[in-house]
């Protein structure tokens, strides 16, 4: 029996980075897309490099979607590519634009001319709901985005839900809301406050500087959730889903339970500094994954207090190796 043949973007990310190895455990063949640069990492999939396949393309470029569908000829796409910080949207908003947002059109567009019959899942985002209408947020709560990686993720959501629609693609979107793990980038904050604990705890930083400690988010675990993704893309008919805990917790809460995990009293050693809050906050994310848990038999396994201790061991341990 021929494996199935999945293409993912972004898969030196977080989230590409779990789904290949989920999908290897499935039996994909597993291939990435890699945009052309000097400064690629590949530190997330270095231990399962030599089972999948690399090829470049990039998301500003259409021709190269279009060739690389054409030779690989994947039954499954997967969109993870992204300029996905919320704080960078803010200084290259039209950058943001052109890969978060027209990157989807392309690849869409892409799979519209080369084979109709490939499965697409487009990533999206809680930061669409933004100033939030109702709580929690499910999939009929309207959109409201609070800053441009926001916007462009409402556009790349519903380009999704018009090519759906328009040209009976199967593509269907997973608004996700945060879902962390040790290879989360250093930017984020859990990460950031999961490595300034480690740090702290061994005397390698005094302070942790942030912004909004009130802020709410949902998190939960990436490995969780790129199942999620898997799941979507296997029912018979397109959809979209929430994809979230639907419990929420503070900045405090995550700083407190980082800094109980090494033993120390984050308010020892917070300080809220103006330069990390955002132009236009978000406060309250919540989602409500009722429809996912329904349809696709699918909740959240890890606990927030299961996540934030994870996340400070690996910290500990890179410190150990000298990383």
């Not at 043949?5 to 890699?34: C, H, N, P």
């Not at 396949?53 to 190269?64: A, C, E, F, K, N």
């Not at 462009?152 to 945060?178: D, M, P, Q």
């Not at 700083?255 to 103006?274: H, K, T, W």
Request: charged share 25%.
């Amino acid at each position: 029996m021929t494996p199935k043949r999945a293409l993912i973007t972004g898969i030196t990310g977080q989230d590409g980075s779990y789904l290949a190895e989920f999908l290897l455990e499935k039996g994909y063949e597993v291939i990435g897309m890699i945009r052309r640069s000097s400064t690629i990492t590949f530190e997330r999939i270095h231990h399962i490099q030599d089972r999948i396949t690399l090829v470049p393309g990039d998301l500003l470029d259409q021709v190269s979607l279009i060739d690389i569908l054409s030779k690989i000829r994947p039954s499954e796409v997967y969109n993870l590519a992204a300029q996905s910080f919320v704080q960078t949207s803010w200084g290259q908003p039209v950058f943001t634009g052109e890969v978060t947002a027209l990157g989807v059109t392309r690849l869409l567009d892409a799979i519209r001319l080369v084979d109709p019959d490939i499965r697409f899942y487009q990533a999206s985002s809680s930061e669409m709901f933004g100033k939030v209408r109702e709580v929690p947020q499910s999939e009929l709560t309207p959109f409201y985005p609070r800053s441009p990686y926001g916007v462009a993720k409402v556009y790349g959501h519903w380009i999704t839900v018009n090519y759906r629609e328009s040209y009976n693609l199967y593509a269907t979107s997973g608004i996700c809301f945060n879902h962390e793990s040790p290879r989360r980038g250093h930017e984020f904050i859990t990460r950031k406050v999961a490595r300034a604990a480690a740090r702290i705890k061994r005397g390698l930083d005094k302070e942790l500087r942030l912004g909004n400690l009130d802020a709410q988010r949902d998190w939960g675990y990436a490995y969780d959730y790129v199942q999620a993704m898997w799941l979507m893309l296997q029912q018979d008919t397109p959809d979209d889903y929430v994809i979230a805990s639907g419990r929420t917790h503070t900045v405090e809460r995550l700083c407190e339970l980082a800094f109980q995990a090494v033993g120390l009293n984050y308010r020892e050693y917070i300080v809220q500094d103006p330069q990390f809050m955002r132009p236009a906050e978000v406060d309250l994310l919540v989602g409500d994954p009722g429809k996912a848990k329904r349809q696709l038999g699918w909740e959240a396994q890890t606990t927030f207090e299961e996540l934030v201790q994870l996340m400070v061991e690996a910290e500990l341990n890179i410190l150990s190796n000298g990383k």
